[in-house]
């Protein structure tokens, strides 16, 4: 049967490769040796339990006062747990007398083989449930904030991963970026997102694509962040595609989107990097709710705007060639510019009524050559719809220009207005 000493040991030294302290596991100890005599005798406020985790030693006491045989045969009072006979006393020790205390040492091997297998048990166990809560409790002081780890399994629907101790943890593919790629092996930053505690075991999830994730990035890069001179008011993201943060300063001297963005983007470079080349807009935030719609919406000018509060809506007016600006690739721009400043957008030409528009030919420069542009102002047309009004056999007439080249141009300016 295993002895005290050698039940103690191997449990001291799988705590201690748990990096379990020693107040901790004389705890376990104690709690785990109780709970036997508990089962054995029903209470356990009359022994003391003495460990020395070190040495391997367990010295367990049972204290008993000794009462007259009359009072043990006759008393309701008489609790074995707490009595003891006088002649069972002096078959200890001659000389004892009523009312002495008897200190009896209990053996582990009196408890019987199966106890001091489940105690063995109970240890191991309760160390795995310590360092389970210490896990839990380590990651959930680190909700929010970046840590590096290593991929270790790659799955359908999300990533596993392992940190410095060897612990796993979890990026579902909801909070991976879209062109992330990953091999084993590879070492990828991640935010912790959260934490819980599912059947007793800890589960760490973590995430890319949160704008906390932009935010903690943003304090390693820019030491203004870091510091608190530049606050971050406000990100919105497309992971892997856009994002737009406001930004403000509390020190007048410093520009908050310069010190952001770096010297030639020095630092929002390694930034982009990180995100898998996300576009990032910069914005300077203020309370002046028309010029932050209309820095949410850059790169595009807006001419005008109505704002409705009440129903949160916007009504911004552009320039023909800034409408496309201000909507964006797939419609990203205006989509995050809504989101940053908390209001839906609606996106309108300048001119309400299509056949009141024209558009400077100036605007064409990329579509009609410039001795064509500079051919028909010669004849005092500068705009697309002072062309459209003449016929075509005039165009010709007029100018210097071949039909095959005046059918063009009709039918790049056609485009505008359609």
């Given at each position: ?68 045989d009359e009072f043990a045969e006759d008393s309701f009072e008489y609790n074995e747990n707490k009595h ?335």
């Open positions: 049967m295993e002895t005290t000493n050698s039940l103690i040991e191997s449990f001291a030294d799988f705590a201690r490769s748990k990096n379990i302290d020693r107040p901790t596991m004389i705890r376990i100890l104690d709690d785990v040796f109780r709970t036997m005599i508990r089962k054995k005798h029903g209470e356990d406020e009359n022994f003391n339990v003495i460990i020395n985790a070190d040495k391997g030693d367990l010295e367990i006491w049972w204290m008993r006062e000794i009462v007259s003891i006979s006088l002649s069972e006393a002096r078959k200890i020790e001659p000389d004892f007398e009523v009312g002495e205390e008897v200190a009896t040492e209990v053996k582990l091997e009196d408890f019987g083989r199966r106890a001091v297998q489940t105690a063995r048990q109970a240890l191991i166990q309760k160390v795995k449930d310590l360092e389970k809560d210490a896990l839990f409790q380590k990651y959930k002081e680190l909700v929010g904030e970046i840590i590096s780890c290593e991929v270790y399994q790659i799955l359908s629907k999300e990533v596993l991963l392992l940190d410095a101790d060897g612990n796993e943890l979890i990026l579902p593919k909801s909070e991976q970026i879209p062109k992330d790629r990953y091999k084993k092996g590879t070492t990828v930053r991640a935010v912790v997102q959260r934490v819980e505690m599912i059947n007793g075991n800890p589960r760490i999830i973590l995430s890319r694509t949160s704008p906390t994730f932009l935010e903690r990035l943003f304090e390693q890069e820019v030491p203004e962040v870091y510091d608190g001179l530049i606050s971050i008011k406000k990100i919105v993201r497309e992971p892997g595609e856009r994002a737009k943060v406001a930004v403000e300063s509390y020190d007048d001297r410093i520009d908050p989107v310069g010190a952001c963005v770096g010297m030639k983007g020095s630092r929002i470079h390694s930034i982009v990097r990180e995100l898998e080349n996300e576009n990032i807009d910069v914005i300077n935030y203020t309370d002046n709710q028309e010029l932050y719609i209309a820095r949410a919406l850059s790169p595009a000018k807006i001419s005008s705007m109505k704002i409705d509060n009440e129903n949160k809506r916007v009504a911004v007016y552009l320039k023909p060639d800034q409408v496309s600006l201000a909507i964006g690739k797939g419609g990203q721009n205006i989509k995050l510019a809504s989101r940053l400043v908390g209001m839906e957008i609606d996106v309108y030409r300048e001119n309400a009524e299509m056949e009141e528009e024209d558009v400077d030919l100036d605007e064409f420069a990329d579509e009609i050559d410039g001795w064509i542009i500079d051919e028909l102002k010669r004849i005092g047309l500068d705009t697309a719809k002072s062309v459209l009004k003449l016929s075509k056999e005039e165009l010709v007439r007029r100018t210097e220009l071949e039909e095959e080249t005046v059918e063009e141009v009709f039918r790049i300016l056609k485009q505008e207005f359609e």
